[in-house]
């Protein structure tokens, strides 16, 4: 009850501000009040692709964790690889997309606005805004923000400097994928890959944790589902070789999240097995789905797995890519019947406004008291902050100054499928609505495109847990429904 008379009177105070329409009103922030064009007719498509390795030449502090850790090795490259697409109408030019997929955590807020402005001076034929960027959230990447962590300053490159060389890297890859652009041809296809496990126990009493136990007595089950779909798009060139593929699996890069080393987690061994099919120069982007409540990790029948893994004679990254590299080539052997020299293209992108989670007075209060504890040692002070900022979030709520979170939504449609884009650690249900409300045949979802948070379920909520409390998200199950709302319509206006 208490939280139901909180969220009433955030949204009272909003309206009372001037910013109503959180919930109903956003549409008129998003659309401007005008239709978007229908796409135009299938075309010649253009296609170039490209990576390159962000990996850093000098230890690091990494992202991914409550406490500091610095790295001492490099066990796998990370890279970004980009995807550039145009349309072409004999000609006249059609739309335009570019996809950048990277190895990091999460992406640093105003890395974006800076690519574009780079980008812009040296490709002025690029629409910089058609520029979409995704972090496959390995736990094993760089620290892009100064301040996050207590970071030796002796023999460590600073978060400012990496982010600098980091920014160089993006730009290089999106101008090499840009110019290197010629005719080509796509195709698209299902596989299915059991990667992910959804990694909240839920109890007798209700609550849920995240990765807790499953062999209690009073364990009563998993919370939510998983899916096991792996979306695939394939590009090739005239000659038919395949120069590019963009694989999709709802699944965070998150298998080797604890240790201290460089390590692109299981998208390394993946590119790998699918360059060793189709050639070095195979350009792979690696896309994660609704997966905000997932993991990699095994929940149950741990020793079963870790038994047929090691009779197989494979770690579990190689065993997590084999899975992968399987349901790609299912996919492949199918698609590759169907490849499309014309196909519609179009690509719309809109900021919409999503409303703030409300912060409880109890909640904000017990974020106060664990602030206050944890700042009594300095090791912790990730940890405080975190906590902290939930209490200047609800001071801010009382005093009627909450904004919503605005966020640059992408969809494209290319062909029979469409891709949409969110800034969030996204929980798999509201992936699963978008893709089974969408009129495409494939909806590909691709997470964290943005500066974003976890977004959780309502059944995550009330099962409370690391994920679903107010220190995890600044946007809670409303916004996860104006999402998803938004989401569908703006592809249903491409298959008019």
Not at 268 to 290: D, F, K, M, P
């Amino acid at each position: 009850m208490n939280r139901e008379m909180d969220r009433r009177r955030f949204l009272d105070l909003v309206c009372a501000a001037g910013t109503s329409g959180l919930l109903a009103g956003v549409s008129r922030a998003a659309w401007g009040g005008e239709a978007a064009p229908a796409p135009q007719p299938a075309g010649e498509l253009l296609v170039g692709a490209a990576s390159i390795s962000i990996t850093p030449d000098q230890p690091v502090a990494l992202q991914g964790q409550m406490h500091t850790r610095i790295s001492k090795s490099v066990e796998s490259p990370i890279i970004a690889a980009a995807l550039a697409l145009e349309g072409r109408h004999g000609s006249q030019k059609g739309d335009q997309a570019v996809f950048v997929a990277c190895d990091l955590t999460i992406l640093r807020g105003g890395m974006l606005e800076k690519v574009r402005e780079q980008v812009k001076a040296r490709v002025p034929d690029l629409d910089v805004a058609k520029l979409v960027f995704s972090a496959t959230h390995t736990h094993t990447a760089p620290v892009l923000v100064e301040g996050a962590y207590e970071i030796p300053k002796d023999g460590v490159m600073q978060p400012t400097e990496y982010f600098d060389f980091l920014l160089g890297r993006l730009c290089d890859v999106i101008v090499q994928a840009w110019q290197t652009r010629k005719p080509g041809r796509v195709g698209w296809g299902l596989g299915h890959a059991v990667v992910a496990q959804n990694r909240r126990a839920v109890y007798a009493d209700g609550r849920a944790q995240m990765y807790g136990a499953t062999n209690r007595p009073d364990f009563r089950g998993i919370e939510g589902y998983e899916d096991h779909g792996l979306h695939a798009l394939f590009f090739w060139d005239q000659d038919q070789k395949l120069i590019a593929t963009a694989v999709d699996v709802a699944c965070p890069a998150q298998e080797v999240e604890g240790t201290s080393a460089i390590n692109a987690d299981y998208w390394h061994e993946t590119r790998q097995l699918l360059q060793a099919r189709h050639g070095e120069g195979l350009v792979v982007l690696g896309w994660i789905g609704a997966a905000g409540d997932q993991s990699p990790h095994l929940m149950y029948r741990k020793a079963a797995e870790e038994r047929m893994r090691k009779l197989r004679g494979l770690t579990r990254l190689q065993e997590i890519a084999r899975r992968i590299d399987a349901a790609w080539a299912d996919a492949y052997a199918a698609a590759q019947k169907e490849q499309h020299a014309e196909a519609v293209f179009a690509h719309r992108a809109q900021t919409i406004e999503l409303p703030a989670r409300v912060v409880t007075e109890q909640e904000a209060q017990q974020a106060k008291a664990e602030a206050e504890r944890l700042s009594k040692d300095p090791k912790h002070a990730t940890l405080m902050r975190w906590h902290r900022r939930v209490v200047d979030r609800f001071e801010a709520q009382q005093a009627g100054k909450t904004e919503p979170h605005a966020m640059e939504l992408h969809v494209v449609r290319l062909g029979d499928v469409a891709i949409a884009t969110n800034d969030f650690e996204l929980y798999t249900d509201y992936g699963v609505a978008m893709q089974a409300r969408s009129p495409a045949l494939q909806t590909v979802v691709i997470q964290l495109a943005g500066v974003g948070s976890y977004l959780p379920t309502e059944r995550a909520v009330r099962g409370g847990g690391y994920g679903a409390i107010p220190q995890s998200n600044r946007v809670g199950p409303e916004g996860g429904q104006v999402l998803v709302d938004r989401t569908v319509e703006l592809i249903q206006t491409l298959w008019k």
